[in-house]
Structures are given as structure tokens and as C-alpha cells.
């Protein structure tokens, strides 16, 4: 990629749908194990990014430095919580929620989604980013906010 201070791993693609996106619209970031390409069909873009060769973490990092989360809303992160262990936020889930707050220069709390509300969340989404993570249960939801 030929510009400055764009992540090399954003592709010309995400960045058209990043930068389509307006104030307080959503995009999803799955796991490798998600139903990407079925939920994509049915988001607002109908578009699926594949980031296969990031993380779950490493893909929100790189989002994070062109797209800024949303500051009217309390939560403008949130991710799908493992069925076996509702109320404990997994690594993967606290490694993305500390990146967030770094990015934002403030404190980012997730919200926990329970994994069967997270599908119909996910296809009111913008667009569907499916990353390489493995961690089980590395979906996420980002809130964009205003430049």
C-alpha cells in the first residue's frame, strides 16, 4: 500500500468500507470459526473482508488507527460471550478491550453479547471483517464514531 500511515494489512477494500461507514455505524470483526460468509450477505454492505493472516487483536489495532469508536455511547465495543462461562471475559476478549482503550485514550469496557444474540447483531452490521483468530469466541463488534 502506497500511503502513509495506513496499516499495511488494511486492505484497499476495508478502507473503502471504513471510510463509507458514517457516525455510529457497526462493523463486525469474527473469529476463523464464524458463519462470515452467510451472516456478510446480510449486513447493510453485504460485504465480507477477509484479514485471514491477523488476529483478532491485531486487525482491531489496525482499524483503530484510521476508525475512531463512537464517544456518544457507553460501549461502542462489544463481543460474544462463551456459553460455558457467562460473566468471564476470556484473554482474547481483554486483549481487545485494553488495545481499545489504549487507541481511544480512555477507558473501553466491552459488552457481552450472548452467542446466539451476537448473529442478528452481526447482520445489522455495516460490513463482516473475518479475521485468522483461533482463541474460541473472538467476535467482536466496533461502534464508529465521529472524526
Not at 457516525?23 to 476463523?32: F, N, P, R, S
Not at 493472516?53 to 456518544?72: E, N, Q
Request: aromatic content about 6%; overall charge negative.
Amino acid at each position: 500500500m502506497a500511503l502513509k500511515n495506513i496499516p499495511g494489512i488494511l486492505c484497499p477494500d476495508l478502507l473503502w468500507l471504513l471510510s463509507a461507514m458514517g457516525h455510529g455505524d457497526e462493523i463486525a470483526i469474527v473469529d476463523k470459526n464464524f458463519s462470515a460468509c452467510r451472516v456478510s450477505k446480510k449486513t447493510v454492505s453485504g460485504r465480507l473482508i477477509s484479514m485471514n493472516a491477523a488476529s483478532a487483536p491485531d486487525a482491531i489495532a489496525a482499524i483503530l488507527a484510521v476508525m475512531p469508536l463512537d464517544h456518544f455511547v457507553e460501549q461502542p465495543l462489544m463481543h460474544m460471550e462463551d456459553p460455558d462461562q457467562t460473566g468471564i471475559m476470556l484473554p482474547v476478549h481483554a486483549d481487545v478491550e485494553l488495545l481499545c482503550s489504549t487507541a481511544e485514550k480512555r477507558s473501553i469496557t466491552s459488552r457481552p453479547i450472548e452467542r446466539f444474540a451476537y448473529y442478528p447483531l452481526a447482520e445489522a452490521c455495516f460490513a463482516v471483517v473475518q479475521t485468522g483468530e483461533i482463541r474460541p469466541y473472538g467476535n467482536f463488534i466496533l461502534k464508529k464514531g465521529v472524526v
